[in-house]
């Protein structure tokens, strides 16, 4: 007796393997299929840095179930407890880079526009969101983030500009 053929999965949902879907999706990035657990840079709607978690197929397209490092404030106000994103290969690209060594003058006025932006979250988040601080955590984690790279890089320019010559 022959086994049945495996069902395929419905549409956006996520399986572990490539396997569990069919051959003949479409693949619509530039870069090969990320693997299980890769992190991915999403470029569409600014979600940024991701982990792939599943493959997911729709309407004849393959693509991937991620989550991101930090949800935008829209998604989470537009989808409450939502914490995955679905992903098709054209919207994922390459991480943005800086140049390597950006004057220390220009990264202090970065970090300062930063937490500029961190204190009009902070505030914003105390007007709509006065009894519960949690929320006004959540608020404020794009830009508290934000600030926080924005930290690091001026710290590590501040220590190559005082790291004796090499030589």
Request: aromatic share 8%; net charge negative.
């Amino acid at each position: 007796m022959s086994q049945p053929a495996p069902q395929m999965p419905e549409k956006f949902a996520g399986v572990l393997t490539r396997a569990e879907l069919p051959a003949d999706l479409i693949w619509s990035g530039k870069q090969p299929l990320p693997a299980i657990g890769e992190r991915v840079y999403i470029r569409m709607n600014d979600f940024g840095p991701a982990v792939v978690n599943y493959y997911f197929h729709a309407d004849g397209f393959l693509g991937v179930l991620c989550t991101p490092e930090v949800l935008p404030d829209w998604f989470k106000l537009q989808s409450p407890g939502v914490t995955k994103v679905h992903a098709f290969g054209v919207e994922l690209g390459d991480f943005p880079t800086l140049p390597v060594e950006l004057p220390l003058s220009v990264l202090e006025a970065g970090e300062a526009v930063q937490k500029r932006h961190l204190n009009d979250k902070q505030r914003e988040a105390k007007r709509e969101y006065p009894n519960d601080p949690e929320l006004r955590k959540a608020h404020c984690a794009e830009a508290r983030a934000a600030w926080e790279r924005a930290c690091a890089r001026t710290d590590e320019a501040r220590a190559r500009e005082a790291a004796p010559p090499a030589g």
